[in-house]
């Protein structure tokens, strides 16, 4: 299932397309409706987000969760959202939160 953004505004679908890009063209989502505006979130953590990136054990995984051991793929997903002015929070085992630099 490839990732949804049909639901994204503006600045949120950016910060998907350049996830998407890193990831390549045969990652999918798993399912798990990875990118969820803020406004959709009822968690703890990334309310105040640009974006809630959800997933829990799908490809987007040893991207974003430093659990997986795969850093080189973190950093590679890192510089991409920093060249547009974004990091990555990982808040939990199965989500994290893009947030604009400075914020």
Not at 41 to 56: A, I, N, P, Q
Request: net charge negative; aromatic share 12%.
């Amino acid at each position: 299932m490839a990732f949804c953004t049909d639901h994204l505004n503006g600045e949120q679908l950016k910060i998907a397309q350049i996830i998407i890009s890193v990831l390549g063209p045969k990652a999918n989502d798993n399912g798990n409706n990875s990118f969820v505006p803020p406004s959709e979130w009822s968690e703890k953590f990334g309310r105040g987000s640009s974006l809630v990136l959800v997933h829990d054990g799908g490809d987007l995984a040893p991207y974003v969760n430093y659990d997986y051991g795969q850093y080189p793929l973190c950093q590679e997903l890192d510089s991409a959202l920093e060249a547009a002015g974004y990091y990555i929070e990982q808040c939990t085992c199965w989500y994290a939160a893009v947030y604009p630099v400075g914020v």
